[in-house]
């Protein structure tokens, strides 16, 4: 079997590694990863006895990808509190829990009553076909301004840091896309697929969905894991400046003057940065890459001693919707999520910070930015007290934003790699930006990869 280099050693990158790995053994396979430990966003700090998540929190069970590898690499997931599923929003100047489920969110008191019967009026409202369509157009078209306002952009901050009056809706959430596509409204669409549901007696869900599970070292176990497995394979501080190609060759050149050569090539870095390593041999699909933008975000830790709070804590977290101007995105009360992440007697809680709302509070210094997430936690949660531990990580570009037109552009270069056999792209920037959709995506292209080669 012949030689295979990936570029990039975070989630993607590695798990591709370890499916080549598994399916062929006698595979020729290479990772090479910039820093100096590979993991990319996936980070675990483990001090004065708090878990910390610098990036990644965990991973929903509604998709198999990370469940079916945890299993693989005889990892048991940890399954998220019972306890801590209440989950909040802030609008209106004060914390309103959300509904867990959409008879919920119509029977109580969350919307306003006209609200609600917008909600029901959405059966009637006739369906639209635009080829794509922002994720604010698309919510308040079919549900109505304050369904989009309470809940939708919220939840988008939360997934993707992002602006839903740019984002769009056929690539960030293309399940809801399609329920009108196929089915003509949403209300509609869900009454089929729970029928569907109960003629194939599997559970179908057109949203996130599932139950949150992380590992109990936390998300970099994961990592570790397979850094073990795959040994030498992982190249570290050995960031790539370009490729070329020579005949039937790829011909990786890293910073240090290094040079590989690989029948198959598989980046799996950030766009921004496929894009600088492209640049040279394919401009066309280099200029692609680098219309994806990455707003910055820091994560902004703090613990507490439980003693000094004098306001529950005791659930998941709160989103901020974005009517509101706050200064902050949202807090995941990290400690009540999953237990052992705080020491006895204390809370650790992670704020998020920037994001496409506010990129320019993300960069702040870190007296500025812990005081400023200080003053936002009291104002929004009546927490008043001084941490005991602080941490803040930051990204100056964080989450990869899928704008309006993602899909058309992933058509376009799907159209340029077709000229460059051998060559793959894979990573979050493209079809999904959870670890489950990244660890599926490697387990697909390995299946891909391996069937090419052998016309290669």
Same mark, same amino acid.
């Given at each position: ?29 290479? =990772?090479? %990863?910039?820093? *100096? #430990?590979? @993991? +990319? ?5 483990? &001090? ?29 997931p940890l399954r998220s509190s019972d306890s801590a599923r209440k989950r909040y929003v802030y609008i209106n100047g004060k914390l309103r829990l959300i509904p867990e489920t959409p008879q919920g969110i119509l029977l109580k008191n969350f919307l306003s009553p006209l609200a609600r019967v917008r909600m029901i009026g959405e059966y009637l409202v006739p369906p639209k076909h635009p080829d794509d369509e ?41 399940? =809801?896309? %399609?329920?009108? *596509? #196929?089915? @003509? +409204? ?5 009454? &089929? ?29 994961i990592i570790e894991t397979l850094r073990d497995i795959l040994g030498d394979r992982i190249k570290t501080d050995s960031p790539v400046k370009g490729i070329e190609k020579v005949g039937g060759i790829y011909r990786i050149h890293c910073r240090d003057g290094s040079v590989y050569e690989s029948e198959v090539t598989v980046i799996a870095t950030p766009a921004h940065d496929a894009s600088e390593i492209l ?50 995105? +949202? ?126």
């Amino acid at each position: 079997m012949g030689k295979v280099v990936i570029i990039g050693g975070g989630i993607s990158g590695l798990s591709l590694a370890y499916y080549l790995l598994i399916k062929r053994s006698d595979m020729d396979i290479t =990772v090479l %990863e910039a820093g *100096k #430990r590979p @993991g +990319g966003k996936v980070w675990t700090e483990r &001090a004065e006895g708090f878990i910390c998540e610098a990036g990644v929190n965990g991973f929903l069970d509604n998709k198999e990808g990370t469940i079916n590898l945890a299993r693989s690499l005889n990892l048991n997931p940890l399954r998220s509190s019972d306890s801590a599923r209440k989950r909040y929003v802030y609008i209106n100047g004060k914390l309103r829990l959300i509904p867990e489920t959409p008879q919920g969110i119509l029977l109580k008191n969350f919307l306003s009553p006209l609200a609600r019967v917008r909600m029901i009026g959405e059966y009637l409202v006739p369906p639209k076909h635009p080829d794509d369509e922002t994720i604010e157009s698309f919510v308040t078209r079919r549900v109505g301004r304050e369904f989009f306002e309470k809940l939708i952009d919220p939840m988008v901050t939360g997934i993707y840091a992002g602006d839903p009056s740019r984002l769009s809706i056929k690539s960030c959430f293309p399940k =809801v896309y %399609e329920l009108e *596509k #196929r089915f @003509g +409204g949403l209300i509609k669409g869900l009454i &089929a697929m729970r029928k569907e549901s109960k003629r194939s007696g599997k559970r179908v869900e057109a949203g996130p969905g599932g139950v949150l599970h992380s590992f109990e070292r936390g998300m970099f176990s994961i990592i570790e894991t397979l850094r073990d497995i795959l040994g030498d394979r992982i190249k570290t501080d050995s960031p790539v400046k370009g490729i070329e190609k020579v005949g039937g060759i790829y011909r990786i050149h890293c910073r240090d003057g290094s040079v590989y050569e690989s029948e198959v090539t598989v980046i799996a870095t950030p766009a921004h940065d496929a894009s600088e390593i492209l640049k040279d041999m394919a401009p066309a699909l280099s200029g692609l890459l680098k219309e994806i933008p990455y707003p910055p975000i820091s994560v902004v830790a703090l613990g507490f001693k439980k003693s000094e709070i004098k306001v529950e804590t005791d659930y998941f977290g709160f989103l901020v919707a974005g009517k509101e101007k706050r200064k902050i995105l +949202g807090c995941l009360f990290d400690s009540s999520i999953f237990p052992g992440r705080a020491p006895e007697g204390h809370i650790l809680l992670r704020c998020m910070v920037g994001g496409a709302r506010a990129p320019e509070l993300a960069m702040m210094d870190d007296k500025g930015l812990i005081s400023m997430v200080l003053e936002e936690l009291e104002g929004i949660t009546g927490i008043k007290a001084g941490p005991v531990f602080t941490r803040i990580f930051r990204y100056e570009k964080a989450i990869p934003q899928y704008i309006l037109g993602h899909a058309k552009r992933l058509e376009e270069m799907e159209g340029i790699l077709t000229k460059f056999k051998g060559l793959y792209l894979t990573g979050n920037a493209y079809r999904g930006v959870a670890m489950n959709d990244c660890i599926q995506n490697s387990a697909f292209l390995s299946e891909r990869i391996i069937t090419e080669m052998r016309g290669i």
